[in-house]
């Protein structure tokens, strides 16, 4: 009988409903509503929170109220990979619906300190993104409400003269509809809440990310995907003052607002942001003490990171406010504080959509003159900086310094090209393929978080990576200018309309004794698969060489000729043309084969195979490290690659590739049979790329000769306060950092590289020790490894003169080993090569320079 009662306290006070919920279970007291505007259940056959919604469903809601209602506009703002649209509705006042173009004029005033802003009289914007995460549901559902309550609410219509709300019912479109097919497919009609049901273990690779699986939430920032694009595109053409995001956490939690951990904020974020975002919690911490929901702030989250959705707002002006529900994981769940329905999660969230309403609205004055005080200290800031610009550039690759000023312009920053080639205290910058960005402008403060490093923090725990320096991510030269040297005579701002990136082309003409085509290009890979698939003859040049012209080519330059297809010399020439163009790179014919270095018919130059990738997917791989190679493969290089599930390798299927890529993960469940297989595999001549766990899989099964460092990072004494032991634990995590690395040139790891100096990225304490063979390190750390970012002492020793890539070999065969993620969420240009450079050229990588 007391466990009973207990139960139903915990039941009560955590708002869990067994039985099906109406409206009312949801909607604040005190309002009527419009009878003309659909409520969800009439619209989609069933009442909120008793199925997860779909996002085709979704959608047909938003047009059903934008419809039914003057206050609201629905348009599409783009499509996700897989087609689905982006959506967001605009509700305010009829007035102010007739007008949105002057207000988002006015707006953009507040970014100029010059103009004249009548902060009394303008609205308020307050942005609703929820459900980044598309299986943290109670987002996207409690969206439903949000659409229906401010479009139909009578009492509000007056107020809604003084707010312009803006709702983006699903961020993540893709990952959403995943979980939402895979809760539903399992739900019973008779819930019994079992955490151990198949509808809360979502298959591999789960509904949280994008279709690439992506974390979308870690994408503001480097823009790399069209949800991204297009939701960035919304916010800068709106400016909110309140940017809300709703996420879930563990199902044994409660609910999180904002502020978080003070210590944690990025120092480029005002003090006032703080102020305000604790003020706004009050409005959270009422409403929910009113409908008796468990919440803390100021605990586990935090505000460095610039690249997520409660953090990007807050270096423009704006209040971020991130959410955090805990999660039914699907319509009923057990949890520590008793049964967690999903009707209970999405009221928490829609009552704090409620309370953030209210806090906009009286408010208002106050958070437009924060952003309208934001900008005008931003002119004082940049006039105090020396650094009065930034210069970026790479002399061999215009791809790289045109994907870092794209992913800059998306962001409201204004970029500039060189209309001459420049030299800056002895560092050479081409014209073509370099670029300025003015400290003087708005975005002044988002522009240093691109490009500062930062060794020195106030808190040693990050939630997230703790640097992300463009530059250094796209392995590009660049450097504060601390003075204007140039003028507006030599530069031209760019246009966002019309940037791209010039099409390649054949240098010469049809008939070519040969042709040639360099590595330092970025998109050679694409050209260089294009060429092979075709059926050409490519082969690539391990030695440096010149032409009797003077045109000279180094290491890894691609060698073309039409090989057995039979095409005439003029068809041969036109198919070149054509990839040329789309791969973006030069092709350079050769007149002849005598040439100087080394000749044409050298053993110097290796005939290449076409790669033929499989990549290892589901059980225990990294997902997301997984998406980040699938799409490097299949977006930026338009290479075929088989997602190939762990359970299927066998000898028999695997044979029919030559290079199989293995992410971070654990791959226990390839049994004994599996690891003979890729042994067997590996020896006969064919190529495995792995990182992580899976290096730590190999050497377990002694498939490759990969050993490992450790560090002394143990607690030392008889005792300390047990109050600080998760912050002394965490502070030895790295969450992710940059490296200084030492590249082999000559290697054929490192060709299409021009410095020795290579930033790479990695967020383990996976320590790899270099091999005693010296030719099989082809990158290392350097002694000095931390370029920018958090890194314990402790864990310095694992890295010092460490190996980041190593090659060991297996029978006819090689594993290249990777200690760092060479692909990092989709933005680490610079390091892109050298996982490509595997795939191409491990099979020419030469048996005595391996272990």
Request: charged fraction near 20%; charge should be negative; proline fraction near 5%.
């Amino acid at each position: 009988m007391k466990r009973s009662l207990i139960l139903l306290c915990l039941v009560l006070l955590y708002g869990a409903s067994f039985a099906q919920v109406d409206m009312s279970y949801y909607l604040p007291e005190g309002y009527t509503y419009n009878p003309d505007i659909p409520t969800p259940k009439e619209v989609l056959g069933y009442e909120v929170g008793e199925w997860h919604v779909t996002h085709d469903q979704l959608v047909m809601y938003m047009k059903a109220v934008a419809e039914a209602s003057d206050r609201v506009v629905f348009e599409e703002t783009g499509r996700s990979y897989e087609k689905r649209p982006q959506t967001l509705l605009t509700i305010t006042s009829p007035a102010n619906l007739s007008k949105l173009d002057q207000i988002k004029a006015d707006r953009k005033k507040l970014r100029d300190p010059n103009a004249a802003v009548d902060i009394e009289a303008m609205p308020v914007v307050m942005f609703m993104g929820y459900s980044v995460h598309g299986n943290e549901a109670s987002g996207a559902n409690a969206s439903l409400l949000a659409a229906y309550h401010f479009a139909a609410a009578n009492e509000i219509e007056s107020e809604l003269e003084n707010i312009v709300l803006l709702l983006d019912p699903a961020i993540n479109p893709d990952g959403l509809n995943r979980f939402a097919s895979w809760v539903n497919s399992h739900k019973a009609y008779h819930l019994n809440g079992d955490p151990n049901g198949r509808e809360y273990n979502e298959a591999w690779p789960r509904g949280r990310t994008n279709h690439y699986w992506f974390d979308l939430n870690r994408d503001w920032l480097p823009v790399q995907h069209p949800e991204s694009r297009n939701r960035v595109k919304v916010y800068q053409s709106w400016l909110p003052n309140i940017h809300l995001d709703f996420h879930e956490m563990g199902t044994n939690s409660t609910f999180f607002f904002q502020p978080g951990e003070p210590s944690r904020t990025h120092p480029l974020t005002p003090e006032r942001n703080f102020e305000l975002t604790e003020k706004i919690g009050r409005y959270h911490a009422k409403a929910l003490d009113k409908i008796g929901s468990l919440y803390y702030n100021q605990e586990n989250y935090d505000d460095f990171y610039y690249g997520k959705g409660s953090t990007y707002p807050d270096v423009q002006g704006s209040i971020g406010i991130l959410f955090e529900q805990a999660s039914s994981r699907g319509h009923l769940q057990e949890s520590a504080n008793g049964m967690l329905s999903f009707p209970f999660t999405i009221r928490n969230q829609f009552t704090a959509n409620l309370s953030s309403y209210q806090a906009a609205k009286e408010m208002r004055v106050e958070l437009n003159q924060f952003m309208k005080d934001f900008y005008t200290q931003i002119k004082a800031e940049t006039d105090a900086d020396v650094n009065k610009a930034y210069i970026f550039g790479s002399a061999q690759d215009d791809a790289r310094s045109f994907h870092l000023a794209d992913l800059i312009l998306q962001h409201d920053i204004k970029v500039f090209s060189l209309k001459e080639d420049i030299s800056v205290n002895g560092r050479e910058f081409k014209s073509e393929n370099s670029y300025i960005v003015p400290a003087d402008q708005p975005q002044y403060r988002l522009i240093k978080a691109m490009f500062e490093t930062r060794t020195e923090f106030q808190d040693s725990l990050f939630y997230d990576i703790s640097a992300w320096t463009y530059p250094m991510a796209f392995n590009l030269d660049y450097m504060a200018l601390n003075s204007r040297i140039l003028n507006l005579a030599s530069v031209e701002e760019i246009s966002t309309t019309d940037f791209s990136l010039a099409p390649g082309q054949v240098v010469g003409q049809a008939g070519a004794y040969q042709y040639a085509m360099e590595w330092t290009d970025y998109y050679a890979p694409k050209a260089t698969y294009k060429l092979l698939d075709e059926g050409f003859r490519v082969r690539v040049a391990n030695a440096p060489f010149s032409t009797p012209e003077g045109k000279e080519f180094s290491r890894g330059t691609i060698l073309i000729d039409k090989g057995e297809t039979g095409q005439s010399d003029q068809e041969f020439f036109q198919k070149l043309q054509e990839i040329a163009s789309q791969s973006t790179v030069d092709i350079h014919a050769i007149s002849t084969g005598y040439t100087a270095g080394i000749n044409m018919g050298s053993t110097f130059i290796s005939v290449l195979d076409k790669p033929e990738v499989a990549l290892l997917v589901d059980g225990g791989v990294d997902s997301y490290e997984a998406g980040e190679i699938w799409h490097l493969l299949d977006q930026r290089y338009e290479m075929p690659v088989t997602l190939l599930p762990m359970d299927r390798v066998s000898s028999s299927v695997i044979d029919r590739y030559n290079v199989i890529l293995m992410p971070d993960g654990r791959y226990n469940g390839l049994g004994k049979s599996g690891a003979e297989a890729i042994k067997n595999w590996v020896s006969n001549g064919n190529t495995l790329l792995a990182k992580g766990g899976a290096l730590r899989w190999l050497a377990q099964s002694e498939i490759a000769d990969i050993k490992f460092r450790s560090v002394d990072n143990e607690e030392k004494g008889l005792q300390k306060p047990y109050e600080i032991y998760r912050d002394a634990t965490g502070a030895k995590v790295t969450g992710g950092a940059i490296f200084n690395a030492r590249l082999d040139l000559t290697h054929p790891i490192g060709y299409g590289y021009t410095d020795s100096t290579v930033h790479t990225f990695r967020n383990d304490n996976l320590f790899v020790e270099p091999s005693t063979n010296p030719y099989a390190n082809p990158l290392v750390y350097t002694n000095e490894p931390l370029a920018s970012g958090y890194l314990h002492p402790s864990n310095l020793p694992g890295l010092q003169n460490g190996s980041v890539i190593q090659v060991a070999g297996v029978g006819r065969g090689r594993v290249v080993a990777f200690a760092d993620n060479m692909n990092f969420r989709a933005f680490w240009f610079g390091t892109n090569k050298l996982y490509m450079n595997a795939i191409f050229f491990g099979q020419v990588i030469n048996g005595g320079t391996t272990r």
